[in-house]
């Protein structure tokens, strides 16, 4: 009999980088088909168009699972803002239902994942419990471990690179996805910028605009693409309203259709500018320039890791200037990235491996 495999993450919407995440962790679950049976709960329902998913209720995920996959995403802590909130959501929707899972003593792995901060004291000492029995526990950068090991605890714990940069690109972009149409209207001669600024306006994504409409006004050779990297309407008219304040002959706003076909655009543009994480991060992985304007403090780690700080700043801190000096510092050329830092995001799939090795089989 097949052993019944939760993967468990932050899959709840159609987000680009929670989908990539689960999409990889999937992947590599396939395998071992003839052993395991590897299913979700709360996936967003558009995952169903671009890979397998098997759903299962959470009750049954929680209770009725033989392993538990908590797969890669930054769900087991909280954001830099409505902290109430959001240590509410990562009780209800990720550590209660991992607490239920460590009660019944079922093998469980945590991998990739982001930890901390976390304000409620129940929440540190669940999550304490949680990482203590996990059979594998391994975070994507020095500070989840640093608060892992200030809240007790004692577990082995490995530091290994988000999912994504240890995957080879072929992965992200052999789909048959054809994104010609939406290169073909762009003069040869200009350099490809995609811009991706999501968040609500504040001062310092307003500063982005402005250095970027400076920006813009100095190189006649640039090419505005303006981006998404999920469905919503929200996001959407964002950049429209944004690209409303560029002609028309120099720039276009590219829905999100899918992340198949976001990969590719990424795979084919000269630079990349972004507030989020994934979309930096995949980027970087095709080799691209990437100016960082970070909406939450987690991206600043990445940037840290990969030797490239200088090129991402939190969004709130962004001052008038601040993005048009790394603009003016783009090269349009593919950037190198540290072959031992891609080694290292591999183990992410060796770990994984290695537990469905002891634990999927009778």
Known sequence: MKKKLYIHGSFMNDNYGDFLL???AENICKRYSDSIESFSSAVDPSYTDYCSVIRKPKHYSIFQSDLVLFA??????????RKIYWNLRCLVKHLIPAYFICNRKIPYAIIGVETGPLSFKISKIILKKVCNHAKVLSVRNIESKQFLESIGVKNKIEVYPDWIMGIEPSLLINHETNVNQIFNDIPKKCKVLFVHLT???????NNVIEDLKEYFQQENDVYLLFGCDQKTNTQYLRASELANDFPKDR???LAYNSPWELSSVLNQVDAVLTD???????????QKEVVSVASHKKTL????????????QYILDVKRGDTLKKLNRLTYKPIKVNNEFLLKAQY???LLCEFLNSYGSE
Do not use: Q, S
């Open 22 to 24: 689960y999409y990889i």
């Open 72 to 81: 890669g995403g930054g769900y087991f802590g909280e954001p830099n803002k």
């Open 199 to 205: 968040t609500r306006m504040n001062e310092g994504k």
């Open 251 to 253: 720039c276009k706003v």
């Open 276 to 286: 989020k994480l994934h979309v930096g991060i995949v980027a970087t992985l095709f």
């Open 301 to 312: 780690k990445f940037y840290r890791y990969i030797d490239r700080e200088e090129w991402t």
């Open 348 to 350: 992410n799939e060796k």
